[in-house]
C-alpha cells in the first residue's frame, strides 16, 4: 500500500531554487516519488510512497521558513501512482498570472467540509468550481456554475465578463486540494467581492470527511497521478488516462470511435493532426517494448 500525501502551502522562499537538491536527494533515499513544484511563494505537489518515507518528507518541508503549520492531505493506492520524483522551479506554484494576488495577504473564509452543505444550499450564495472543463466533467457539486475555462490563467477574464451575474450573491469556490481558491478568492476580494468563501481541504478534504449518504457531490474527482479518479472515501474511481490529450476517460470509452491506446480517444482524434498521432503511435510502441522487458514507465 503506497500513502500519498497531497499537499501545498504559502510562503515566502527567498532562494526557492536553494530548495529543490535537499528536497529531491531526502525523496530520493525515502523510496518517494510523485511532483513538487518550489516559487518565490511556496510549495505545491503531490507524492507517495512508504508511510515513513511520506512523514521524513513533510517533517522536512514543516521546517522549511513559514512552514511550520503545513497541512496535507492523506490517502493511499494499491499501485505506485508515480514512476520518478521530480523537484520543479516555478514562477507560481499554482498558474494563474496575477502579479497582484497575494493568499498571504488576505484570503476567503474557510468552510469545513461538514458546513459546506448548508452554505452551498442557500439561495443567496453562487457555488463556482474553480478546475478546468475536463476536471469538472467527471464530477463537482450540485448547482455548481463550471467555468469552462482550460486552464486557471483563464479564470480572471471569465469572472470579468461573467460578474454580473453574481450582483447582491454571495460567492462559494472550491477546487481539488484548495490551493486555486487561495488565490481566487484573493483577486474576487480585489475585484471589491467581499463575501467570498472557499471549501477548506478541497474536494478531497469533503470526500474524505462527508458520507456518501449526506453528500452533494455527484460522480468522482479527478486527481493529477496514475489513480487519474477518486471519489467518496478517497477510494480509487474507475477512469483512465488518454495519453494523447491527458483527459480522463471511462473504461468504456476504449471501444468508442476515436481510441486508440495511447494516441487518441473521442474527445481528442480531431483535435490532433496526423503527424502528432504518428509520434504518439512511436511513443506508444516504445513503451510496449519497455514493458516487454520489463521496465518502469509510470508518469
Request: glycine share 10%.
Amino acid at each position: 500500500m503506497y500513502t500519498i500525501a497531497a499537499l501545498y502551502h504559502f510562503s515566502r522562499f527567498i532562494d526557492p531554487d536553494s530548495l529543490r537538491a535537499p528536497l529531491k536527494a531526502l525523496c530520493e533515499a525515502q523510496g518517494v516519488k510523485g511532483t513538487l513544484l518550489v516559487a518565490g511563494e511556496g510549495i505545491n505537489g503531490t507524492i507517495a510512497g512508504p508511510a515513513a518515507g511520506i512523514d521524513a518528507v513533510i517533517a522536512h518541508i514543516r521546517a522549511l521558513p513559514g512552514c511550520a503549520d503545513l497541512e496535507w492531505k492523506r490517502s493511499t493506492a494499491t499501485e505506485p501512482p508515480f514512476g520518478k520524483m521530480k523537484v520543479r522551479l516555478k514562477r507560481e506554484i499554482v498558474t494563474m498570472g496575477q502579479p497582484d494576488v497575494d493568499p498571504l495577504a488576505r484570503v476567503g473564509h474557510y468552510v469545513d467540509p461538514t458546513e459546506w452543505n448548508d452554505l452551498i444550499g442557500r439561495d443567496d450564495v453562487a457555488v463556482i468550481d474553480t478546475r478546468n472543463d475536463y476536471e469538472v466533467a467527471i464530477g463537482t457539486f450540485d448547482g455548481a456554475i463550471d467555468p469552462k475555462t482550460q486552464s486557471f490563467g483563464e479564470f480572471p477574464a471569465w469572472w470579468e465578463a461573467n460578474k454580473a451575474r453574481f450582483h447582491n450573491k454571495k460567492i462559494a469556490m472550491f477546487c481539488t486540494g484548495g490551493i486555486r481558491c487561495e488565490k481566487s478568492t484573493n483577486y474576487l476580494i480585489g475585484q471589491g467581492v467581499e463575501d467570498v468563501f472557499h471549501l477548506k481541504g478541497g474536494i478531497l478534504k469533503y470526500l474524505e470527511d462527508v458520507p456518501q449518504e449526506e453528500s452533494s457531490w455527484q460522480g468522482d474527482c479527478f486527481v493529477f497521478d496514475n489513480r487519474v479518479s477518486v471519489g467518496h472515501g478517497l477510494k480509487e474511481g474507475p477512469h483512465m488516462l488518454c495519453h494523447g490529450c491527458r483527459r480522463p476517460i471511462l473504461p468504456e470509452d476504449t471501444v468508442r470511435t476515436g481510441y486508440e491506446e495511447g494516441v487518441s480517444c473521442h474527445q481528442c482524434v480531431a483535435e490532433t493532426a496526423e503527424a502528432d498521432k504518428a509520434r504518439f503511435r512511436e511513443r506508444q510502441h516504445q513503451i510496449l517494448l519497455s514493458r516487454a522487458r520489463g521496465e518502469d514507465h509510470l508518469g
